[in-house]
Every structure is written in C-alpha cells, then in structure tokens.
C-alpha cells in the first residue's frame, strides 16, 4: 500500500546507508545525520544493513532507523539495492532516495546520490581483481547519475572530474557541497605543547593513499640522521597492501619508527592531531579528505600532496610536495620539522581555513537539494 504524506507534510526521505562501511562514509553519516534529523521539513528514514548498527548504534533523534537482514556479499547487496529498496521506498511512499555513495538504486523514488569517490584510483591500482573492481564503479557511477534527480558532489575537483566528460548535460544536475568538520577537533588557540619529531599520517589502509611513498621518504629522512617516527591511524581494509607496507618498514630498517594504531575513536584522534609535529597527507586520489580539515582544525601544520582534491580544500595551509616524488616528499617533512616558525604559520592558516567548514552548512545545502529533488525541480541550489 503505497503511503504518500499530505501535501503540507514534511519531505519523506530514505537515506540508503549500507554502503557506509568504513573511512569517509562513516564520518559523513555520523556528522550529517544529527543537523540534517534538525531539519523538522524533513521526515528521515535510515536503512543499513543489520551490521553497521555497530558502526552507528542509535539513530540521532529525529530519525527512524531501519535495520536490514540478509547474507553478506555484493550480489546480495546489489539485490537489496536495487530490487528491495525501491519497493520498500514506494511502499513507504517515499518521495526522495538519498544515497550518500556513488551509485544507489536506479528506480528508486527521485535518486539523489553523493559523488564522493574518485574514479581515478584505477590509475593507481595494479592489481587485476581490484581494477575490475573500479572498473565497476565506474559504470555504476555513470548509470546512477544518468538516473539521480540530483546529485551531491563533495568538491569541485570531484564535480569536474566525475561528470563522464558530460559536463553541459550534468550541469544543473550536479551540486557541489563540501563536508564539514567535528567541533570536537577544533582548539581554541594554535599554541599548545606538540610531540618532538612525530609524524601523522590519517587514513583507512588502500593503496591509492600512497603510504608506501611515505614510509619510503621517512627512510630517507632517518638515513639522514633523523629522529623521526610515523603514526598511521586508520583501519586495514586492503590486508595485501598492509603487508607490503610491513615488507617496506622491514626493506627501510624502520621497524621502531612507524606504528600502525588501526582505527582509533574520535577522541583518540583528537589528540593525535593535537600532539603531532606534522600531519602528512601524502594521498595521490581524494575527492575531499576529511583528515585534512580535522587536522586544520586541530591547528597540526600539514605536509600535503599537490593531487586531486587537496588544493580546493586546503588552500595555502600547507606545505605541499609531488605525491609520487620521495625526494620532494621529504624535503616538505624536513622543510616543516626543521623550522617551528613555519609550522606556527601553518597551523595558524589551517585553523582560519577550518572555520570555512560546518556540518551544519553542509546539511543546510542538502537539505535543500533534498527539496528540490522532491519538487523535480531544475537547476542549481541558491546558497
């Protein structure tokens, strides 16, 4: 029985989480939620996958939390997604289907999704198995955005660069929002006791972060005769990368200068960003990176790769290198350890940049894409 509301009743949307496993997605959905939920013209519907609970716990007042059972596995996600889903979002008559990933169900009610993954990581990966996996994004990709109402992307780098080169045919489809930052990560002022020669390094285990160019230029920092240590928090999704990672700490003699902590809790973090001499962000693929304005935040001066998405976001708060250059990449590092009056300079610059972003803004704009999705309306967003 299909349900639709009342004309005057608020927006009726289904937020399609199971793809929010890890990383990005996870954050996105934690900080969205409770400021979108705010939002009393909206009426939130969340589905995830029994699993996640434990990722998620509670759904944020303000929202119905729906907890799916089915047998892990991609064909059966893909089932659920595209089958299930939009019988239940008709059922429920709902007017909107947000999926905060790159695809989502096609026929569901007015698609909307969230351009948030960069398909140029196929540049990077070697391996067979895992190209074809990217390969298959990127037609699900292509065939959602065809189909969404609207979509979100969370950059411009991201809008430009995943618009399958139909950028006249996607321009009032596609609006651009970027993400915010936790409150929790801001301090009140840039001054505050930091670790000697530490390192930060912030970001689930894929190859496309490019820790091994990291873990590379650190040698050459220590062969130097540098004190330096690296801490990597992040959890290991790509357990083969990991171990090359482990094969190069033990190649570099470094096996007391690189921890790996795994995830960590916010908190946790927090204090990482706080304590560290420098953050490095050595990544050759982002659409956004929500480390680097958590770290801005946190006032960590930032060693950051020239790649992708990190300009847009990071601005002049940073001290950048080539990404796949070990040499340039540890020239930044020294450049920053060495000299505490740049790493002030920096970390005065990242906070300052930091305030630019808000949870609270980046609900408020898709809210309002939300909206004009359930209207069908064209054309872009007022900001």
Request: proline fraction near 5%; glycine fraction near 6%.
């Amino acid at each position: 029985m299909n349900r639709r509301p009342p004309p005057d009743a608020p927006v009726r949307v289904i937020i399609n989480g199971l793809h929010a496993k890890s990383g990005g997605g996870v954050t996105y959905l934690r900080n969205l939620l409770p400021h979108l939920a705010a939002d009393k013209r909206l009426e939130l519907h969340l589905f995830l996958h029994r699993e996640q609970y434990k990722l998620f716990g509670e759904a944020p007042d303000g929202i119905r939390l729906h907890l799916l059972e089915f047998r892990q596995g991609f064909l059966r996600l893909l089932f659920w997604e595209q089958c299930a889903l939009p019988l239940l979002a008709a059922e429920m008559g709902a007017e909107v289907t947000f999926s905060p990933a790159n695809y989502g169900p096609l026929l569901a009610p007015a698609p909307v999704i969230l351009l948030r993954n960069s398909l140029a990581v196929v540049q990077r990966e070697y391996r067979l198995k895992k190209r074809l996996y990217w390969v298959g994004l990127a037609a699900a990709t292509a065939a959602s955005l065809l189909f969404a109402r609207r979509a979100i992307a969370v950059s411009d780098y991201a809008r430009r660069t995943l618009n399958f080169g139909l950028t006249k045919l996607f321009a009032n489809k596609i609006e651009v929002i970027h993400h915010g930052v936790n409150e929790d990560f801001r301090v009140a002022s840039a001054n505050h006791d930091r670790e000697p020669a530490t390192l930060l390094a912030v970001s689930d285990i894929y190859v496309q972060k490019n820790l091994h160019t990291l873990i590379k230029a650190l040698g050459q920092l220590r062969q130097e005769g540098g004190t330096l240590r690296l801490v990597v928090a992040g959890h290991t999704v790509d357990r083969e990368y990991h171990q090359q990672l482990t094969d190069l700490i033990a190649e570099f003699h470094l096996g007391d200068s690189v921890e790996f902590l795994g995830g960590v809790s916010p908190e946790r973090l927090a204090e990482l960003y706080r304590q560290c001499t420098v953050f490095v962000f050595p990544s050759t693929v982002e659409t956004f990176g929500n480390p680097l304005v958590e770290a801005m935040a946190s006032a960590a001066p930032i060693a950051c790769s020239r790649s992708a998405a990190m300009p847009e976001i990071v601005g002049d708060a940073a001290e950048y290198f080539e990404p796949l250059d070990i040499a340039d990449m540890a020239r930044a590092i020294r450049h920053l350890v060495e000299n505490p009056g740049r790493r002030d300079e920096l970390a005065q610059l990242g906070q300052a940049r930091a305030a630019k972003y808000s949870w609270a803004t980046t609900a408020r704009h898709t809210a309002q894409v939300l909206f004009r999705a359930a209207r069908g309306d064209s054309g872009a967003c007022a900001p």
